[in-house]
Each structure stands twice: as C-alpha cells, then as structure tokens.
C-alpha cells in the first residue's frame, strides 16, 4: 500500500473509533466520511461494508487483548486467579469503549462468514485458556466454560454502556468476578 493510502486509511480508522466511541457501532457511514473530511467513496474503497471497517479497527485491539491474556498466563508473579480476574477487567473495559460492540461480537462468535470470527473465537479461547489455568489451580468454578466467560464479558460491558446502570458497574464486576472463583480461589487473590 503507498503511503498516502496508508495514511488515509489510518485517519479513516482514527476517525472511526472516535465516531463509533461516541455514537456507537450503528453511527452512519456518510458521518464517518464527513468526520475523516473524505468522499463516502474513498470510505468504501478502503472498507466496502461496515463489518470490514469494524474489524480493521477492532482487529488490533482483539490482538492486543489476546497476547495480554497469553503475557498474564506466562507470569510468575500473578496467580492464575489474579490473571483470570486482570484480563477480564481490561477486556470489559475495552468492551465499553465501543458503544455497542459487544452485540456484534456476540453474534460475530456464531457467524464463521463474519469479518469478526475470527476475532472473535481467538479473544474467546484466550479467556478459557486462563479460566482453565484457574480451574486447574483449584481457583475458578469448575461448571463454566469459555462461551459462558464471554458471555460474562459481554454481560459485564453491556451494564457499562447502559447510563443508569454504569454508576454500579464496577461493583457488579465484582459480584460477577466473585463468583466466578471458588473460595480457595478467592483468598489467594488481591483486591483489584
């Protein structure tokens, strides 16, 4: 790719994360383009359909997340159950940067033609790699799996975009992570 078509393409994304931070994952096309000061056809011509433009710019993101789920698995210095609870935390906290997301990556983990599949199963199996570390340490219930925690993700970042319900949703994090360990589990990790 040349350069200057690099360059458009990483504002279009910049532009983009902005707008759908802001609106929401359903923000209008044509606003995007008028946002990026671009025609709606140099939009399409660098992504064609809305999927393309959410997974160019959730791609990086769901890569970030999950080599932070294999970096926390790795470490010597968190239990298993202390990394299960950290990435959970930071990907429901990515989750509600995006208002809206987490409904496409629901129906994205179900859809194989979907641009977000991918994505998608790979941010999923990152989370039930650490949920098994957990398990296996004797940390985290044994009856989940890792469909249930991404549902959990979803649930959890579902609550922050919802205004009336953000104020509580750190402390049903809480909850929620407190039930997914078991009381050994528990007591071996520290406050968030």
């Given amino acids: 790719m040349r350069a200057d078509a690099r360059k458009n393409r990483d504002h279009l994304l910049d532009v983009s994360g902005t707008a759908i931070a802001e609106q929401g994952v359903d923000v209008s096309l044509r606003d995007i383009a008028r946002r990026a000061d671009v025609g709606l056809a140099t939009l399409l011509r660098h992504f064609p359909t809305r999927e393309a433009l959410l997974d160019a710019l959730l791609r990086t993101s769901f890569d970030e997340l999950t080599a932070r789920a294999d970096e926390l698995a790795a470490s010597t210095s968190a239990s298993p159950e202390d990394a299960l609870v950290s990435w959970l935390r930071e ?9 809206g997301v987490t409904v496409l990556m629901a129906a994205a983990i179900e859809d194989t033609e979907s641009a977000l599949h991918a994505s998608c199963v790979t941010l999923r199996a990152a989370g039930a790699r650490l949920l098994s570390r957990a398990q296996a340490a004797g940390g ?6 890792g469909t249930e925690l991404f549902a959990l993700v979803a649930m959890l970042a579902w609550l922050g975009d919802q205004p009336s319900l953000a104020p509580r949703a750190d402390h049903l994090f809480d909850v929620v992570a407190s039930a997914i ?7 071996r990790t520290r406050p968030a």
């Fill in 91 to 99: 990907c429901v906290a990515w989750t509600t940067e995006y208002r």
């Fill in 140 to 145: 985290a219930r044994s009856d989940l799996d």
């Fill in 181 to 187: 360990l078991t009381s050994e589990g528990k007591g």
